[in-house]
């Protein structure tokens, strides 16, 4: 089995009927569905069966439980050790694959860079505008700068299961945050570099609790980042990350050399002044 795809769940119906049959939809061959379902009340359990069913007449491996777990990322924990294939896709309830050919896309995209340990796509998001693609790191490094301000996007990514065994699973204390974490220690501390195609594999659903509790999602993301980064390093991180942001902004709009202008005027006004002071001190 190439990939196992992992859907989270809580009295989430109405998501599951987005992401079930976007998964139904697909293909291709090679990828099995494990479904974790946290004990919902609302018909989750109930759906669920009857996709298993349908999923099982169209030669789709589904496996799935519907019981209480301990948060997001225990069921994404128990979802990741049911499955058995090469690679790991977390498409949580609520979201879909961003087409019927897609999954196929991914895997021959993955023949296609030499399997590396992880490949991502675009992911589309859902605004009441309509989606706008979200390239993320679109290629370039993921650096301790780049995952401070932002991260890899999760659902549009295939993993290889064997980091998961070689640097742990996702840090159940957390609340919204250890996906985040855990590519922070893989990819800045670990040096895994995670590996872009230019395909739109997931529309994510904006409604979710990462976006809908930033306040959370900050303090976790500081109470991570004093945990895994020296205190001298995080202090000059929490000072300067902001004004190297607005450089890079500033670099993409092509008015750098404006500023830079500026900055060096503002640097010969001070060299001027140094020397003045130096010349009176000497007088």
Not at 173 to 192: A, H, P
Not at 203 to 210: A, E, H, T
Not at 243 to 257: D, G
């Amino acid at each position: 089995m190439k990939l196992s795809i992992v859907t989270i769940s809580y009295n989430n119906l109405e998501g599951l009927q987005k992401t079930l049959p976007s998964v139904l939809s697909q293909n291709c061959a090679g990828f099995e569905h494990i479904v974790v379902d946290g004990g919902s009340q609302d018909g989750s359990a109930e759906y669920i069966a009857l996709y298993a069913r349908q999923a099982a007449e169209r030669g789709i491996s589904v496996q799935w439980v519907s019981e209480r777990d301990e948060g997001i990322y225990n069921a994404m924990n128990k979802g990741i050790r049911m499955g058995s294939g090469e690679y790991v896709e977390i498409l949580n309830s609520g979201d879909m694959l961003a087409s019927d050919n897609v999954v196929g896309r991914m895997l021959h995209a993955l023949e296609t860079h030499n399997n590396p340990d992880i490949l991502y796509g675009n992911m589309l998001k859902t605004f009441p505008s309509g989606l706008r693609r979200d390239r993320c790191f679109n290629g370039q490094p993921v650096t301790m700068l780049g995952m401070y301000k932002g991260t890899l996007n999760h659902s549009p990514a295939y993993i290889k299961r064997n980091l998961f065994e070689q640097y742990g699973n996702y840090d159940e204390r957390y609340r919204i945050v250890s996906d985040w974490k855990w590519y922070l220690q893989v990819i800045v501390f670990g040096g895994v570099k995670p590996v872009y195609t230019d395909i739109d594999v997931t529309v994510f659903d904006m409604n979710g609790i990462s976006e809908t509790n930033k306040d959370l999602d900050k303090e976790e993301r500081k109470q991570v980042l004093r945990e895994v980064v020296p205190d001298a390093i995080l202090e000059d991180y929490d000072r300067w990350a902001f004004p190297v942001s607005q450089v890079n902004r500033l670099r993409r709009w092509h008015l750098w050399p404006m500023v830079y202008f500026v900055e060096r005027v503002c640097f010969k006004i001070e060299k001027w002044f140094w020397k003045k002071g130096e010349q009176v001190y000497r007088e």
